[in-house]
């Protein structure tokens, strides 16, 4: 009897310490994913629940699991999307708008996160924090503004004095127009209008934005055949006076200081080149002064956008035409012509 007792507690410990090796290799043992008969994985719903801790939270925040996140490409697009993220106690806005941004296929660094008054949600702010109790939970990821010196309107309304001799009282307004105004205002705030929604967002700019002239003048029936003859007189006046001072035979070209520059400078004359040895004493001398000083005249006054280029003109066959005098000048004598032209 009593060895048959002895097998029996025996036997009792192993199970226990079966059951104990059993149990903790449940815990620590990595079990593989559940898959479908497709072979595709499953999840249990619990695994996706998030985990709210109440003792986390403070007695004046209100607990948010669920955050609405409404994102437009640009800020007068009609197009929007929306998408709801469950969120833990220690999500940051910033980790939110990684988040939003790798769904959306977007660059996180072209987009921000803003509450429906159009304030910018700080990265390390903890998105329990975000919201006032009667607030609704909803985000918007707009694309940044690029320079913006001035905060928008909406944030100057905000941050505006409410008591004292600065502050900004809102005009009353009826019952049923601040009904609408106040529908206006959040329909502009949560879709972000056409222009002309936005202007009827804010009351009475719409309407002074359409107004028309209010002090209409005629202007082709105040205009007098009398304006018109001295209109004229005075055009005609003004022709013969230029005209006037205008010397005969003298012509301003824009070229002319740039050649006479180049061409009429010692030590040696453009128009005065005769031979080879003369055109390089003006190309070695001339040129390079005039265009590789900087403090020289024709630097100091004009800008040489391109280059210089220099091109040898056909020249004609000496003859005893082109000598001037030619009824002095011997008969075995030629000369070249001094100026060449288009004949």
């Not at 972000?192 to 002090?215: I, N, S, V």
């Given at each position: 009897?009593?060895l048959?007792?002895?097998?029996?507690?025996?036997?009792?410990?192993?199970?226990?310490?079966?059951?104990?090796?059993?149990?903790?290799?449940?815990?620590?043992?990595?079990?593989?994913?559940?898959?479908?008969?497709?072979?595709?994985?499953?999840?249990?719903?619990?695994?996706?629940?998030?985990?709210?801790?109440?003792?986390?939270?403070?007695?004046?925040?209100?607990?948010?699991d669920?955050?609405?996140?409404?994102?437009?490409?640009?800020?007068?697009?009609?197009?929007?999307?929306?998408?709801?993220?469950?969120?833990?106690?220690?999500?940051?806005?910033?980790?939110?708008?990684?988040?939003?941004?790798?769904?959306?296929?977007?660059?996180e660094v072209?987009?921000?996160?803003?509450?429906?008054?159009?304030?910018?949600v700080?990265?390390?702010?903890?998105i329990?924090?975000?919201?006032s109790?009667?607030?609704?939970?909803?985000?918007?990821?707009?694309?940044?503004?690029?320079?913006?010196?001035?905060?928008?309107?909406?944030?100057?309304?905000?941050?505006?004095?409410?008591?004292?001799?600065?502050a900004?009282?809102?005009?009353?307004?009826?019952a049923?127009?601040?009904k609408?105004?106040g529908?206006?205002h959040?329909?502009?705030?949560?879709?972000?209008?056409?222009?002309?929604?936005?202007?009827?967002?804010?009351?009475?700019?719409?309407?002074?934005?359409?107004?028309?002239?209010?002090?209409?003048?005629?202007?082709l029936?105040?205009?007098?055949?009398?304006?018109?003859?001295?209109?004229?007189?005075?055009?005609?006046?003004?022709?013969?006076?230029m005209?006037s001072?205008l010397?005969?035979?003298?012509?301003?070209?824009?070229?002319?200081?740039?050649?006479?520059?180049?061409?009429?400078?010692?030590?040696?004359?453009?128009?005065?080149i005769?031979?080879?040895?003369e055109?390089?004493?003006?190309?070695?001398?001339?040129?390079?002064q005039?265009?590789?000083?900087?403090?020289?005249i024709?630097?100091?006054?004009?800008y040489?956008?391109?280059?210089?280029?220099?091109?040898m003109?056909?020249?004609?066959?000496?003859?005893?035409?082109?000598?001037?005098?030619?009824?002095?000048?011997?008969a075995?004598?030629?000369?070249?012509?001094?100026?060449?032209?288009?004949?």
């Open positions: 009897g009593a048959a007792t002895r097998d029996d507690e025996h036997q009792q410990e192993l199970e226990q310490a079966r059951w104990f090796v059993e149990q903790r290799l449940l815990r620590e043992v990595p079990r593989p994913p559940p898959v479908s008969e497709l072979g595709i994985r499953t999840f249990d719903e619990r695994d996706l629940m998030v985990e709210m801790v109440a003792e986390s939270f403070e007695g004046s925040v209100r607990p948010v669920i955050v609405l996140i409404t994102h437009y490409r640009a800020a007068d697009s009609e197009f929007k999307y929306h998408l709801s993220y469950r969120i833990s106690a220690q999500t940051t806005a910033g980790k939110l708008r990684e988040d939003a941004c790798m769904y959306w296929g977007i660059s072209e987009y921000i996160l803003k509450d429906l008054s159009g304030s910018k700080p990265d390390d702010l903890r329990q924090h975000c919201f109790p009667t607030e609704e939970a909803h985000l918007l990821l707009a694309p940044k503004v690029a320079k913006q010196t001035a905060p928008d309107e909406q944030v100057l309304e905000g941050i505006r004095p409410k008591v004292g001799p600065k900004v009282r809102p005009r009353r307004a009826p049923a127009d601040h609408a105004a529908h206006h959040h329909h502009h705030q949560t879709s972000h209008g056409t222009l002309a929604e936005q202007m009827q967002a804010k009351p009475g700019l719409f309407r002074w934005m359409t107004q028309r002239d209010k002090r209409l003048v005629g202007h029936p105040r205009i007098w055949p009398t304006s018109i003859c001295i209109y004229f007189l005075l055009a005609v006046l003004t022709a013969s006076s005209a001072m010397q005969p035979g003298l012509e301003y070209l824009a070229r002319l200081g740039i050649e006479s520059m180049l061409a009429d400078s010692a030590p040696q004359r453009f128009t005065a005769r031979s080879p040895d055109a390089w004493n003006w190309m070695l001398n001339v040129v390079p005039q265009l590789f000083v900087e403090d020289s024709l630097r100091g006054q004009n040489m956008p391109g280059f210089l280029r220099i091109q003109q056909q020249v004609r066959p000496p003859s005893r035409d082109a000598c001037p005098m030619s009824e002095f000048v011997p075995d004598v030629v000369c070249y012509d001094e100026v060449y032209d288009s004949r």
